[in-house]
C-alpha cells in the first residue's frame, strides 16, 4: 500500500476514535475514576482494552464494536471523502507507473 494510503488509512482509523471518544464521553462513560478523554484515547489508540474497560462498556450498553459502529455512522461522511481520496491517490499512482 502507497505511503499516501496509509496516510489516510491512519487518519480515518483516528477520525473513528475521536467520535467513540466523543460518545463515550457524551454517554457519561468512564473508563477509570478519574477518567479523562485522553485516557479513553490512549486506550483505544493502543488497541488494548482490559476487562475494566469492557465492563464499563457492557454497563452502558456498548461493547467496542457497537461503539466502533455508531462512531462510523457518526462520521460516515467524512469517511466516505478519506475512502474517496484513497481511491484518487490510487488512481494518480497507477497512471504515474504507467508512464515509466
Given at each position: 500500500m502507497?505511503?499516501?494510503?496509509?496516510?489516510?488509512?491512519v487518519?480515518?482509523?483516528?477520525?473513528?476514535?475521536?467520535?467513540?471518544?466523543?460518545?463515550?464521553?457524551r454517554?457519561?462513560?468512564?473508563?477509570?475514576?478519574?477518567?479523562?478523554?485522553?485516557?479513553?484515547?490512549?486506550?483505544?489508540?493502543?488497541?488494548?482494552?482490559?476487562n475494566?474497560?469492557?465492563?464499563a462498556?457492557?454497563?452502558?450498553?456498548?461493547?467496542?464494536?457497537?461503539m466502533?459502529?455508531?462512531?462510523?455512522?457518526d462520521?460516515?461522511?467524512?469517511l466516505?471523502?478519506l475512502d474517496?481520496?484513497?481511491?484518487l491517490?490510487?488512481?494518480i499512482?497507477?497512471?504515474?507507473?504507467?508512464?515509466?
Amino acid at each position: 500500500m502507497p505511503v499516501s494510503n496509509i496516510r489516510y488509512e491512519v487518519q480515518k482509523r483516528a477520525t473513528i476514535i475521536e467520535s467513540m471518544v466523543y460518545l463515550a464521553d457524551r454517554s457519561g462513560f468512564y473508563l477509570h475514576p478519574p477518567s479523562t478523554k485522553s485516557h479513553i484515547r490512549n486506550t483505544l489508540l493502543a488497541d488494548k482494552v482490559d476487562n475494566k474497560t469492557v465492563q464499563a462498556l457492557k454497563d452502558k450498553g456498548h461493547t467496542i464494536e457497537s461503539m466502533r459502529q455508531e462512531a462510523m455512522a457518526d462520521k460516515r461522511e467524512q469517511l466516505l471523502q478519506l475512502d474517496q481520496q484513497i481511491a484518487l491517490q490510487t488512481k494518480i499512482l497507477a497512471g504515474l507507473a504507467g508512464l515509466l
